[in-house]
């Protein structure tokens, strides 16, 4: 059912780029091309969040398939531009093994024999632009939704509270790496339910049950799940980010630990003995491949692997256990499954 | 009774940064910084796009104060977004003579003890996070607006239309800088008005006259007006940012030739026999005072300003042409006083 339904996600996407491709060729051949690299990144992804809000609006028996839909579209394009304002926060020119919107561009500049810096101001004005114009379109979405005023209104508060409290996210982890104070483990999790659990698990699933017409026992329900599986989730992709296959994960294993990302792993290591041996590799950016296997030694003879694994656990459990009987069986079923999938990964 | 009608939006921006702000001290003081420098980007502007949003409702009789306060807000916001990206793509850290958003983070780094680096990924970050904060409440407000759907989905055309032909324009404007083909005027022209004609004059006026019920060819007939009267305005610009008083004007004379931004002047002068001495000196971010005194003499010599001069007043003239009697008289009295304006400026 579920896949089916995310097809419709896929529809939707397509011809909406279709659409604002062909009004860009008014403007010239790169607008085209910046709307063809925004599609891109659009495109690729897992559909978590569409999956959610769908999920959530059949498990609750709603019958308004068009605005779920529309609602799905809206959460994925607001991901696709959180990923290229990401990206940009971190000087990224590339995302899922392939050049992103500025690495587009950086590489457009350079054919056309433009400048190093010429080429870099372009990567981040195409960057800015293909982000802002996804932001646009996920609230032009649900704006539009033809449903009740109050059902449009609490959905505008969720889509609302995404944005703000991602930013809020955004900024903690990249404070973490300003001034002389490492965070810890608290300020870790915190960021991680702040920057990714509440746009991508909270507001979907809240939103697709508003859709449906569930009550606020549900809805409050569903918010403890959700961000309690959204840091399980984070937890899991931080230990695969160092331990994990490049080839199944298709994460470059190396850049965690060269940016010294501040996960949980590195705030539990940081309260241990191998403290001063790791210090100075992570962060460096000049990681080697000798370096990673030190640091994942020792980040597994401190503890830290094992903690951050018991942790994501804790968090998974406690997720299930938010979900009452507000929430309809089946859908309670599959959001337990959905926990488990997420700790599961990392065996 | 223009400035009447401001003083709500005033009150309004007040009310909501006064909220966002409370909620922002869930999220730590940094959040709290980013919420004051967004308010700060917000203030100190002349509030054009309100006042044209108001007196078009006005102008046509509408009798919506709050939901036309609403609209002028959410423009004076996309336009608070627009700059906060604008400046970052420009590498800008001031603006109106202080520090921007990425001008407070940057110093707020520096005096935490952040290095170089770390200072400009917080500017950075600052600056793609208040944008896009601002960019998500400009949509919100008219989202929300209790209004019949299809004047809401009108408005929704106009802001989304702002965002899709601004991006363009924004785009244009950086890509003149990258590889060998410089500009021609019929670019420059383009540029202008795809960039801040359409958002700043074409939408808000247009805004105020579908909420007050205007017909279609009054719409029409002010988005003719609006687009040419607001490249009017963009070329006066472009010759006070070189033979303007700063301490009138409020802009930096170095930075447009500097940056060696490609306006009509530079457009107009490439094609004359004084290129071959004003190419060097423009766009070499070394001029010094001695260097703009020159740039002036050769553009006021080979009558690029003349011309520049010539075309605002051309097209502050075509706009009030386009002023048909299906816009009320009173307001077509205002906007012929606004397009003249426009080009007294410049004497």
């Not at 940081?270 to 030190?294: F, I, K, N, Y």
């Amino acid at each position: 059912m579920i896949d089916t339904a995310v097809l419709s996600v896929e529809i939707e996407l397509q011809r909406y780029f279709a659409a604002a491709r062909l009004r860009a060729t008014d403007y010239g051949p790169h607008y085209v091309a910046l709307w063809d690299a925004l599609e891109h990144m659009s495109s690729g992804g897992k559909r978590v969040r569409p999956a959610l809000v769908l999920a959530s609006h059949e498990g609750f028996g709603g019958l308004q398939q068009d605005a779920a839909t529309s609602v799905a579209v809206s959460f994925e394009l607001l991901h696709t531009a959180f990923l290229i304002h990401d990206d940009l926060i971190d000087s990224d020119l590339t995302r899922r093994g392939g050049p992103n919107v500025a690495g587009v561009f950086r590489d457009r500049a350079e054919r056309s024999g433009g400048s190093e810096r010429q080429a870099e101001s372009w990567a981040t004005t195409a960057a800015v632009l293909a982000g802002d114009l996804a932001l646009s379109e996920a609230h032009q979405l649900i704006a539009r939704l033809p449903v009740e005023a109050g059902v449009r209104g609490a959905l505008l508060d969720l889509l609302g509270r995404s944005v703000f409290v991602s930013a809020a996210g955004e900024l903690d982890d990249v404070t973490n790496t300003v001034g002389g104070e490492p965070m810890g483990l608290p300020g870790v999790l915190s960021t991680l339910e702040r920057k990714t659990a509440v746009y991508s698990f909270e507001a979907p699933l809240q939103a697709g049950a508003l859709l449906a017409g569930a009550g606020a026992d549900a809805i409050d329900a569903l918010g403890r799940y959700a961000r309690r599986v959204g840091v399980a989730f984070q937890l899991v992709d931080d230990l695969l980010g160092v331990f994990g296959d490049p080839r199944v994960t298709g994460k470059d294993v190396l850049s965690d630990l060269r940016e010294g990302k501040r996960t949980t792993l590195l705030a539990y290591a940081q309260d241990t003995g191998v403290w001063p041996q790791l210090a100075p590799l992570v962060g460096t950016g000049e990681l080697d491949e000798h370096d990673v296997h030190r640091a994942r030694v020792l980040l597994l003879s401190c503890g830290a692997a094992a903690a951050t694994e018991d942790l994501a656990r804790d968090y998974a459990e406690q997720a299930m256990r938010e979900l009452t009987p507000a929430v309809p069986e089946q859908l309670r079923g599959h959001l337990c499954d959905l926990a488990e999938s997420a700790v599961r990964r990392v065996r």
